[in-house]
C-alpha cells in the first residue's frame, strides 16, 4: 500500500489525476469506448462510484460521456484526445515512480525471480479464470 500511495501523490501533484484516474484513462485508451459498468468492474468501484469519477474527468475534457448507438440506455465513456495525451504523460510517470521506488531496490536477480514469479502468478490466473467463463457441461 505504501508505493501505491507515494504513486497515486505522485500523479496527483504532477498531472492532477488519481492513480484509479489514469488507469481509467489508460483502459479507455486501449481499449476504445466502454460502458460506465465495464468500468466499474475493472476499477473494483460502484457504479455510483465510477459515474462522479467520469463526470469529473469530462469537466476536465478529458472523457466524453455519450449514449450508445446501439442501446440509447446505456452510457458509454470515450477518451477524448487531450485524455490521450494526459494518459500518455501520465503513465511515463507512473512507471517512473514505480521504477524509483521499487524497481531501483531491487538487484537484477530479484528482478529476475519477481519477474518469474509474476508470469506463474498470472499464467494461474489466467488459467483459472478461463475455467470460470466456461459452462457447465
Avoid at 500523479?11 to 484516474?21: G, R, T
Avoid at 465495464?38 to 478529458?62: G, Y
Amino acid at each position: 500500500m505504501a508505493l501505491q500511495s507515494v504513486v497515486n501523490r505522485g500523479l496527483v501533484q504532477q498531472h492532477q489525476l488519481s492513480l484509479a484516474d489514469v488507469q481509467l484513462l489508460a483502459y479507455l485508451k486501449s481499449r476504445g469506448p466502454s460502458q460506465m459498468g465495464t468500468l466499474a468492474e475493472m476499477l473494483m468501484v460502484t457504479p455510483s462510484a465510477i459515474t462522479q469519477q467520469t463526470q469529473r474527468l469530462e469537466r476536465r475534457r478529458l472523457v466524453r460521456r455519450d449514449a450508445s448507438s446501439d442501446d440509447g440506455r446505456r452510457v458509454l465513456a470515450t477518451i477524448t484526445k487531450g485524455g490521450a495525451r494526459l494518459a500518455t504523460a501520465s503513465l511515463e510517470t507512473y512507471a517512473r515512480l514505480v521504477r524509483a521506488h521499487f524497481l531501483d531496490e531491487l538487484s537484477r536477480p530479484q528482478m529476475i525471480a519477481l519477474g518469474d514469479g509474476c508470469r506463474r502468478i498470472s499464467a494461474r490466473l489466467k488459467a483459472i479464470d478461463s475455467t470460470l467463463d466456461r459452462p457447465d457441461t
